[in-house]
């Protein structure tokens, strides 16, 4: 079993995140709601109205997961639009494709796609999203630049993730919970791997203001943020221009 280093400049850095995604796609959406109470749907919510969407617009989640944000985008976009969510875990686009068949929600598909280098023609897509993805790229900045590629002029580009709160309490509950809490599940569960890797990766990842100027160098403007949850969760939009 993989031990994830979060060192980004390991040759296999995506292999190991990508085979861990594999192993937990079962146990995600679960890990998800006990880790922010239930709340990750009212984000991702508030992220994809940001996308500000319209009927029969076409968008791209990217590093979709089991689809919950591609879900919520859909609504925007229905009746003619359509949504394609994309990511590097075929276990976990199954299960998104099974969570879209039980909906019945239409006009949304999920493939399989390298976030580093997606197979969509340039200036395609009226929104990009990410929810809780862009954390696990290799390589933020060419993520970000790809990002800008598929967007067509004027269109927006939404990033929800974890951040770091920097002010107490917020701050000393979060490191007591990330820290301490987060391993000893970890101990006790199937692949502890994950568990030790969320909070590397966080704390490795650009602060909300280090995001955004990533998102301006990548060619995004009129780049804005706003900060949820006390300080824990940051969504973040530009648009291509």
């Not at 639009?81 to 075929?90: A, I, K, M, N, T």
């Not at 999920?110 to 897509?125: I, Q, T």
């Not at 990533?214 to 949820?228: H, Q, S």
Request: aromatic share 8%; charged share 25%; with cysteine.
């Amino acid at each position: 079993m993989d031990t994830i280093n979060d060192n980004r400049q390991s040759p296999d850095f995506a292999g190991q995140v990508n085979r861990m995604f594999d192993r937990v796609a079962g146990r995600y959406d679960a890990l998800n709601s006990v880790m922010t109470a239930g709340l990750h749907h009212r984000w991702r919510e508030r992220a994809a109205a940001k996308a500000q969407l319209g009927p029969g617009e076409a968008a791209l989640d990217v590093c979709c997961g089991t689809g919950d944000l591609a879900l919520e985008l859909a609504k925007h976009v229905a009746p003619e639009g359509h949504v394609v969510g994309c990511d590097f875990s075929e276990p976990m686009l199954d299960l998104a494709r099974e969570k879209t068949a039980e909906r019945g929600a239409d006009g949304v598909r999920f493939e399989w796609a390298d976030a580093l280098e997606l197979p969509y023609d340039s200036e395609r897509f009226d929104a990009v999203t990410v929810g809780f993805g862009v954390r696990n790229l290799a390589d933020l900045d060419r993520g970000l630049r790809e990002m800008a590629r598929v967007l067509k002029p004027g269109g927006r580009a939404v990033i929800l993730e974890i951040t770091q709160p920097t002010r107490p309490p917020l701050s000393l509950f979060y490191s007591l919970w990330f820290d301490r809490i987060v391993p000893l599940l970890g101990a006790l569960s199937s692949n502890p791997e994950a568990y030790s890797y969320l909070p590397e990766s966080v704390r490795s990842f650009p602060s909300p203001r280090g995001l955004a100027e990533k998102m301006d160098d990548a060619g995004f403007k009129a780049v804005r943020y706003t900060v949820l949850a006390g300080g824990i969760i940051a969504i973040h939009s530009g648009v291509r221009g």
